[in-house]
């Protein structure tokens, strides 16, 4: 069970690393920014107060430390992640983690930021009201995407990790 709970982890944060490495290759060969995870913390922020919607999280005012906050979140989300493709995949359907199921389960991930983030964030369903909708589309589609192949990638190098431990 230990083994089980660390490859979760060891697969949510492993992604979550490659997801910003990613978003960083990204941002210097196409100047597209990586995601402000300072506006994301201001989001969280403000859920506290029962504000969930915003109609411009740039607008909102600021919280306190809502960069750390932000930070924060993304990997906490990011175990969480992790614990439900590791738990999904080797304890509720009895496999293994493998690329295909990775990819899959990263392009079926995208329907949260899609669908709860960017709306929350005033940004519409599929970035639909930001200036270029395109941009936060296909960038949360293709994050995903490579999220899902990474979190297969973090569970089979520690799966790779503790076999060679012996």
């Not at 969930?52 to 992640?81: D, K």
């Not at 983030?117 to 296909?138: E, T």
Request: positive net charge.
């Amino acid at each position: 069970m230990a083994y089980l709970i660390v490859n979760m982890v060891v697969a949510g944060v492993f992604a979550t690393v490659v997801l910003d490495v990613w978003q960083r290759v990204l941002h210097a060969a196409t100047g597209i920014p990586p995601t402000n995870w300072g506006i994301v913390g201001r989001w969280f922020g403000h859920m506290p107060r029962g504000r969930f919607v915003h109609t411009a999280i740039g607008e909102a005012e600021p919280v306190a430390g809502e960069a750390a906050i932000g930070w924060i979140m993304h990997y906490l989300i990011g175990v969480i992640y992790g614990v439900a493709y590791v738990g999904l995949f080797t304890v509720a359907l009895a496999g293994t983690p493998t690329l295909l199921n990775g990819f899959l389960f990263g392009l079926a991930s995208v329907v949260i930021p899609w669908f709860v983030m960017q709306p929350c964030l005033g940004l519409g369903a599929m970035g639909s009201k930001a200036p270029n909708p395109n941009i936060p589309r296909y960038g949360a589609l293709a994050a995903h995407c490579i999220y899902g192949v990474a979190l297969y990638g973090g569970s089979a190098l520690h799966a790779m990790a503790m076999a060679m431990a012996g």
